[in-house]
């Protein structure tokens, strides 16, 4: 039985789409929808703005209604009941993690219900929900250069350098609803693998880099999760008995 000082959780798209959000890179994702160099990159934002932003309000309005679910709400209980530190990486940019209680959250990916200022680089929470060309940064007053606090393809994910620092403590890896197609999230198990931690994909199919983890599990993220996060709640009170005895 383990008992693990550090859990190191990495979620993707398949952790949300049970709350409505969908996923991206599946036949009937977002992607296979919409054009992601015209909605995803700063080259179709520079290109058309205002179609770039009709697509993230349009996300935005989905998101508003989606309600944290039974996986989501398995990682708060394990951040807040087990006896090791528990932090989750996401590359999801809604808050679901938040509203399901979990404070240990690190978004790799920025947030939807944020906003950016081209000019200035000055982020902030949206009190109005949406983004417009006549939006106005708060800070340089700006008009007309404002932006989902969303990276973009072909931009850095904020926040490598704790992500890394995380990778090198911990002593579990898990992996939840990701495709393991995107770098560099894809080669955090390698490198939480090379730091010496155990590592376990859940996931509703293999992702790409499936071979790469010491355990698979596949099953719907509302049914593997919350099981999951039960076995490692059990084994941690048992190894907590031996210590006592």
């Known amino acids: 039985m383990s008992l693990y000082d550090k859990i190191l959780i990495l979620t993707g798209a398949g952790m949300s789409a049970e709350s409505g959000l969908g996923t991206f890179r599946d036949e009937n994702g977002i992607w296979s929808q919409y054009n992601f ?75 939807i219900n944020k906003a950016k200022c081209n000019d200035c680089g000055h982020v902030y929470a949206l009190s ?16 007309g250069s404002q932006r989902p606090d969303v990276v973009w393809f072909g931009e850095m ?12 403590s911990c002593f579990l890896f898990i992996s939840i609803g990701t495709s393991g197609s995107v770098y560099p999230a894809a080669g955090f198990v390698n490198m939480a693998r090379k730091a010496g931690a155990h590592t376990v994909e859940l996931n ?35 190894a907590q008995k031996k210590v006592v005895r």
């Not at 528990?86 to 920025?110: C, F, K, P, Y």
């Not at 071979?211 to 509302?222: I, R, S, Y």
């Open 37 to 111: 160099e015209e909605v995803a990159t700063p080259e179709g934002y520079s290109a058309d703005p205002q179609r770039c932003l009709d697509f993230y309000n349009y996300r935005r309005d989905i998101h508003k209604n989606a309600e944290a679910n039974a996986a989501h709400k398995a990682l708060a209980r394990l951040e807040a009941e087990y006896p090791g530190e528990v932090v989750v990486v996401t590359q999801n940019i809604d808050n679901l993690h938040e509203l399901a209680g979990s404070h240990r959250v690190i978004h790799m990916h920025g947030q």
């Open 157 to 168: 994910p904020y926040h490598l350098e704790e992500i890394q620092r995380e990778i090198d």
């Open 128 to 143: 109005h929900g949406n983004i417009e060309l006549t939006t106005m940064c708060p800070s340089c007053k700006v008009v």
């Open 204 to 238: 509703l199919e293999p992702s790409d880099g499936a071979v790469q983890f010491h355990e698979a599990h596949q099953g719907k993220a509302t049914e593997i999760v919350p099981r999951y996060v039960e076995k490692l709640m059990h084994e941690a009170a048992i």
